[in-house]
T-cell receptor
Framework: DVKVTQSSRYLVKRTGEKVFLECVQD?????MFWYRQDPGLGLRLIYF???????EKGDIPEGYSVSREKKERFSLILESASTNQTSMYLC??????????FGQGTRLTVV | EDQVTQSPEALRLQEGESSSLNCSYT??????LFWYRQDPGKGPEFLFT???AGEEKEKERLKATLTKKESFLHITAPKPEDSATYLC???????????FGAGTTVTVRA
């Protein structure tokens, strides 16, 4: 079975902190994605990566950055956390043109 | 512009009452349509991939079908454990990241 693992299920951080969300997949997938999900807004793509060290902005990249130093790992970085970044964060991975598999999600609260 | 629209937004069913969810898309040159189930507080769980019109896939009480403009997820004789939000997604015509619909939240009452 494909496994996508996110480092934390729940996280509480203070405004202004730098926050790292980690994601690891075990299927040698080329593509990895970070989404956030908010009530009424659905899944919105923050960033994605189609290869090691390659990244592209999604629909809402402002306030975020990413890092992919190894194929299996994709990190989302909140440079200076703000309360409007309180959300559910979802990591996913896929091969090209195939279904994506998701992690269990990280519920981030910024206070 | 490529779009994915799901309807209805919410569906309340009695246990055993079959129904269908709709996912319509405007992507040209479809390269796959994917259905997911999402339980509250969890990540989406992959259900089906459909690639061409006329294709059908089944899993327990769920059956997904595909036409040239839309896909249906049929829930036959649902049980309370089928309560979830069902999402569909397609890769846009000029890209490989997924466009998701807003989802249909299904509630099945015993």
């Amino acid at each position: 079975d494909v496994k996508v693992t996110q480092s934390s299920r729940y996280l509480v951080k203070r405004t202004g902190e730098k926050v790292f969300l980690e994601c690891v997949q075990d299927m040698d997938h080329e593509n990895m994605f970070w989404y956030r999900q908010d009530p009424g807004l659905g899944l919105r793509l923050i960033y994605f990566s189609y290869d090691v060290k390659m990244k592209e902005k999604g629909d809402i990249p402002e306030g975020y950055s990413v890092s992919r130093e190894k194929k299996e790992r994709f990190s989302l970085i909140l440079e200076s956390a703000s309360t409007n970044q309180t959300s559910m964060y979802l990591c996913a991975s896929s091969w090209s043109n195939t279904e994506a598999f998701f992690g269990q999600g990280t519920r981030l609260t910024v206070v | 512009e490529d779009q994915v629209t799901q309807s209805p937004e919410a569906l309340r069913l009695q246990e055993g009452e079959s129904s269908s969810l709709n996912c319509s898309y405007t992507v040209s040159g479809l390269r796959g349509l994917f259905w997911y189930r999402q339980d509250p507080g969890k990540g989406p769980e992959f259900l089906f991939t459909l690639y061409s019109a006329g294709e059908e896939k089944e899993k327990e009480r769920l059956k997904a079908t595909l036409t040239k403009k839309e896909s249906f997820l049929h829930i036959t004789a649902p049980k309370p454990e089928d309560s979830a939000t069902y999402l569909c997604a397609v890769p846009p015509s000029n890209d490989y990241k997924l466009s998701f619909g807003a989802g249909t939240t299904v509630t099945v009452r015993a």
